[in-house]
């Protein structure tokens, strides 16, 4: 690894966390010696790169910190265009597009060097072989889960049983072959998975459940802890 490739490599390790990192665990994740970190450590801050710590504490990047967002290297560009080119074949039709998008202006905005790493990628995502269609508009489901609205649905479960339910979306699921729509069931009184190609109809209401969203994120989160605590594998 070139040594200005390190440096900036040092700058994402300490961006992931607001933990202090150990010279020691940043030396093993860049496969050099300590020594060098402390050396590469010493010029970022003479480069003003706002570091605070030192050799034996471990060292934290402030957040104040603003770099270039599009200072990405081989392997990120490739990250991003795997997952971009994943989500235009198995995304809906607004998420698709803005994956085609996002591709087009990650090779606009990358220096010519980089550019054949999306032109010529190492990995790709195959075509999908999703036959099902989803029962509701799923980038209007987006926005209602961003507004914290409620949406009714009619649904037919694996034994081909209707039910009507009113719902609090959290989260939609991409899977191989589906979707899931996880939200609160007011019916149940608790968290619940709906196969979007299941649902038969859907109203969009304009009643807000009151919930935040990143609340209703965690208490999912919560559940599907405890669920798979019940449930060890």
């Known amino acids: 690894m070139r040594r200005a490739d390190r440096l900036f490599q040092i700058i994402q390790i300490l961006r992931r966390t607001t933990r202090p990192v150990t010279a020691a665990k940043l030396a093993e994740e860049l496969e050099v010696s300590k020594r060098s970190v402390y050396r590469d450590v010493a010029d970022l801050i003479g480069q003003r790169v706002p570091i605070q710590g030192e050799a034996g504490s471990g060292y934290v990047l402030s957040r104040d910190f603003d770099m270039?967002?599009?200072?990405?290297?081989?392997?990120?560009?490739?990250?991003?265009?795997?997952?971009?080119?994943?989500?235009?074949?198995?995304?809906?039709?607004?998420?698709?597009?803005?994956?085609?998008?996002l591709i087009a202006k990650i090779g606009a905005a990358v220096p010519e060097r980089l550019r054949p790493f999306i032109a010529e990628p190492t990995i790709g995502a195959p075509a999908s072989n999703r036959a099902t269609r989803d029962g509701l508009d799923i980038a209007r489901t987006r926005a209602w889960i961003r507004g914290g609205r409620k949406i009714r649905i009619r649904y037919r479960d694996e034994h081909d049983e209707n039910s009507e339910r009113t719902i609090w979306p959290v989260i939609i699921g991409y899977a191989e072959t589906v979707r899931l729509l996880?939200?609160?069931?007011?019916?149940?009184?608790?968290?619940?998975h709906f196969r979007t190609d299941r649902i038969i109809a859907a109203e969009f209401l304009d009643?807000?459940?009151?919930?935040?969203?990143?609340?209703?994120?965690?208490?999912?989160?919560?559940?599907?802890e405890k669920a798979r605590g019940a449930h060890p594998s």
């Open 68 to 101: 270039p967002p599009l200072m990405l290297t081989p392997d990120e560009i490739e990250a991003a265009v795997l997952g971009a080119q994943w989500v235009a074949e198995r995304g809906d039709a607004v998420l698709a597009a803005a994956a085609r998008d």
């Open 182 to 192: 996880a939200a609160w069931c007011e019916l149940r009184q608790d968290f619940r």
């Open 207 to 224: 009643e807000r459940h009151g919930a935040r969203p990143g609340e209703l994120m965690n208490r999912w989160k919560r559940s599907m």
